[in-house]
């Protein structure tokens, strides 16, 4: 029992380095072993994410999405499918219609081990499609018109392959429905975040009418500004509660689980799908640090990205909210911009006199300071 244990132990390991170093082996969800200890691992995080996603979908309210037909839904690199699973029956209960999902997964095992497995609920029927991407000229049309495409952590694994990832994609957002999304999300690292971010900018090259629904701000049609700077990138860090195996496993091999670390792009095509108000925003994207004399972090309003400080002396009760600020947490811009602002990573400070207004948390829920929470 306890050599069995620790031999799993062993498999999470050598998965967890070989998806980070990309020495991952091409045919591991075909070994027994390594996918039951992906799905028991990797898949509980899987999971959480898929369904956090389910959540922000609702939180934004993207126009046209939520109508009374049924949604059709193509999840590339299912793998052992905890993924699409999260997202596809935490869409459901706002789908009165079902959804009829396709998965693709290079694993023929994996794929059947998750349709044999999973309890899906009535609403959704299966279909799975054993494909090695991105060379799979019938998939658009064995998908048919797609309302959502959703892919996680696949390009860490075909690095070499991105271009006909982007090729793929295109096709799929050739015959995204109106109201339809693209979920493509990766790991948090420097190398999976650049690489996603800069497939996102070249989709959005490709298609005038693209929109980044999140994370970025202000309805981003340029390049993203983390890219300008060879080592910069953007990841999301969100609290999340996982099992006690989960968390004990993860501190056996000195991994720290809390949070739902990835990097993701939701993307519409059609209508503005921005800030409802209007207004400028400002979306924190690094933590808040906070120093001697002054809280400080990155900013991006979806061009440019500040790093903007408040000094202690300038706290006060308009602005001390500046100091609670969360990665991910999207303020009102209050006239910040690459014009007026120094570069060269100079601090841009935060008027005493100008008030904080909150507008979003990282999952696109609607905040407001109130004065008893400051
Ligand atoms: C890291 S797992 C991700 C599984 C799931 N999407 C998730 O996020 O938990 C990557 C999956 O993509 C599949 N995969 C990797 N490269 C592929 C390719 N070129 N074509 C099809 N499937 C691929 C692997 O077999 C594996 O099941």
């Known amino acids: 029992m306890a050599n069995k244990k620790s031999r799993k132990l062993d498999i999470i390991g050598e998965l967890s380095r070989g998806f980070t170093q990309r020495t991952v082996p091409e045919g591991y969800m075909d070994d027994p072993l390594a996918r039951k200890a992906y799905g028991d691992y990797f898949g509980e995080v899987g999971f959480e994410k898929g369904a956090a996603f389910s959540r922000e979908i609702r939180n934004r309210k993207p126009p046209g999405f939520f109508g009374s037909g049924r949604l059709s839904m193509v999840d590339l690199g299912t793998g052992t499918g905890e993924f699409v699973r999260g997202l596809s029956e935490g869409l459901l209960p706002d789908i009165p219609g079902g959804i009829d999902l396709l998965c693709v997964d290079r694993s023929l095992s994996a794929l059947q081990e998750f349709s044999g497995q999973w309890a899906r ?3 959704i029927s299966l279909r799975l ?8 000229p019938d998939l658009p049309r064995i998908a048919g018109p797609v309302d959502v495409l959703s892919m996680a952590n696949l390009l860490a694994e075909n690095e070499d392959r991105l271009s006909g990832f982007l090729t793929l994609l295109k096709g799929f957002l050739e015959r995204l429905s109106p109201g339809g999304l693209m979920i493509l999300v990766e790991p948090a690292d420097r190398r999976s975040s650049r690489s996603l971010l800069g497939l996102g900018d070249r989709l959005l090259d490709l298609f005038p009418d693209l929109r980044i629904l999140a994370p970025c701000p202000n309805d981003r049609r340029g390049p993203c500004p983390s890219l300008a700077s060879p080592d910069g990138w953007c990841h999301e860090d969100r609290p999340a509660a996982f099992s006690r195996s989960l968390t004990q496993t993860a501190s056996s091999l000195g991994h720290v689980k809390d949070s739902l670390k990835m990097t993701y792009l939701i993307l519409s095509r059609g209508e503005k799908v921005g800030d409802e108000s209007g207004e400028g925003a400002l979306r924190l994207v690094s933590p808040l640090h906070k120093e001697k004399g002054m809280s400080w ?3 991006c309003d979806g061009t440019t990205l500040f790093r903007l400080r408040l000094k202690n002396r300038n706290r006060n009760e308009d602005t001390r909210a500046f100091v609670r600020l969360k990665r991910g947490e999207t303020i ?6 690459s014009e007026k602002e120094a570069s060269d990573g100079a601090f841009a400070d ?5 008030p904080l207004t909150g507008l979003f948390r990282p999952d696109g829920t609607p905040f407001h300071f109130s004065r008893k929470e400051e």
């Open 121 to 123: 609920p009535e609403g």
């Open 129 to 136: 499609v054993p494909a090695l991407l991105p060379e799979a």
């Open 297 to 299: 972090g990155v900013f």
């Open 332 to 337: 009102r811009n209050p006239g910040f911009s």
């Open 350 to 354: 935060w008027p005493s006199e100008i």
